[in-house]
């Protein structure tokens, strides 16, 4: 145990320094702006307590230390994430974490995050990798536990599991409080109203046949 955890300092270590060095979210005006979530508010953000009011129970959070429910999309895969709801002492902080589970062969499909920069560490497993740059050219890379790697703000990505019988774990650190999700297969097929056929038969190519056929599977 005690090799496994010195194997992953490093890569904790750059994780934080990549994430202290990116430009995403505005800088706070304060120390900090404990996220004042029983008044729902449109803004940046959310409204701030009374920093006397502040603890610590507002810095420190369990949400990632439980696996999520894999079985709730037909990729096997599951995202937990910080929010101001579960870990009020972000608010402003232009961070966010997310924990990754992913079944046998699980996949993260195709997506995008439009307000974040990514950096992922395989925890468990074998994942393989990759995002497409605005040429189309793929990066791909295999990462095993104590590896990381590195998804550049708004280009399409996916993390997928090698392995058969043995499911898989990573933790990722995103650059932005709210850095949004958008998975490519559902923002075409699931949209709501629906996108029309036309666009999709001609951008994909496939026949009103496909189309029906992938928004079923997709659940749309």
Known sequence: MKKTSHSLL?????????????????????DYCIADT??????????CIDPKLSASSHFTTAALSKPGNTKATPYGFSVKVTNVTNLPGLNTMGLTMARVDLD??????LHS????????????GSLLVG???????????????GESFVFPRGLIHFLYNMETMDSALAVSGLSSQS?????????AFTSKPSMPDEVLKKSFQISNQDVTRIRRNLGG
């Not at 890569?11 to 430009?23: D, E, F, R």
């Not at 046998?104 to 499909?109: D, I, K, M, S």
């Open 179 to 187: 850095p949004g999700t958008q998975i490519a297969a559902f923002a």
């Open 38 to 47: 029983s008044k729902p508010f449109y803004l940046n953000g959310a409204p």
């Open 113 to 124: 995050h439009p307000r974040a920069s990514e950096v992922t560490i395989c925890i468990k």
């Open 131 to 145: 995002f497409v740059n605005t040429s189309n050219y793929v990066f791909t890379q295999l990462l095993r536990p």
């Open 104 to 109: 046998p062969n699980g996949l993260v499909p």
């Open 10 to 30: 490093p890569s904790l270590l750059t994780l934080a320094l990549l994430l202290g060095s990116t430009k995403a979210d505005p800088h706070p005006l304060q």
